[in-house]
């Protein structure tokens, strides 16, 4: 393939494609396959940045050249349960247990928008599959819950940590929804949090969490900058509250 070609292809956008999964997400939010339709469809070519920051940085490059596989230690329950109690990684596993998820599940979901993988390199290839297996780990490290404006907040600190276009949409199409379907609820300080968590926290995509699931999650997130999502746990128990007295 000619390098214009490949240059396109790895820059070509789909909005009629995004439209089209956006609506059906409405309809549906825990459609998981439709957000990965939308990042699908306008993210473009927003891989290559990551990849070369994570070339400039000595852990990214020692996680570029080993590739871990962090699905199949996230998806070893026992030895997740086994850690310490208040561990990130026993916290993962109560989390996704709860939740009745898997890092099995995202991969599966990320299926159902389809991407031309030979326009990447295989570190690009790497990359991109992490940002998605880290997904679950990201609200551990955030203290963001699944309820939707959990979700919201931590769209917001995904892509001020890794740009992209299609969180960008999902972001302000969600914030016009809450905004018509919840006028009491402060969306923009919830959208403004996660991007200063974002902004504030060490890099996740560098960071090699095989090596630290067994350590504190309190003490980690202090080391790191995970500053507490007050805005978020504010908003959530006052819709706590409006639910119970409904």
């Not at 067994?214 to 080391?223: C, F, G, I, K, S």
């Amino acid at each position: 393939m000619n390098a214009l070609k490949r240059f396109v292809v790895r820059n070509r956008i789909r909005p009629l494609n995004a439209l089209i999964a956006m609506q059906r997400l409405l309809r549906d939010p825990d459609d998981t396959g439709q957000v990965f339709r939308i990042i699908e469809a306008l993210s473009g070519d927003t891989i290559s940045k990551p990849v070369t920051r994570l070339r400039s940085v000595p852990e990214g490059i020692k996680l570029l050249k080993n590739k871990p596989d962090i699905v199949d230690v996230l998806n070893d329950r026992d030895a997740l349960k086994a850690m310490p109690e208040g561990s990130i990684g026993r916290s993962y596993y109560n989390f996704v247990h709860l939740e009745n998820l898997s890092a099995d599940g995202l991969v599966a979901s990320s299926h159902e928008a389809s991407r031309d993988y030979r326009m990447f390199s295989d570190d690009e290839r790497w990359t991109a599959d992490r940002l998605r297996d880290i997904h679950d780990l990201q609200h551990v490290m955030t203290g963001y819950g699944r309820d939707p404006i959990g979700e919201l907040s931590l769209l917001s600190f995904m892509t001020t940590q890794v740009h992209n276009r299609g969180i960008d949409f999902i972001i302000r199409m969600a914030k016009r929804k809450f905004q018509k379907e919840m006028p009491e609820l402060d969306v923009d300080a919830l959208i403004d949090e996660g991007r200063s968590l974002g902004l504030n926290a060490a890099w996740m995509l560098a960071i090699p969490w095989e090596k630290r699931l067994a350590e504190p999650l309190e003490a980690v997130r202090r080391e790191l900058g995970f500053q507490p999502p007050v805005k978020y746990q504010q908003a959530h128990r006052f819709q706590g509250e409006q639910l119970a007295t409904a």
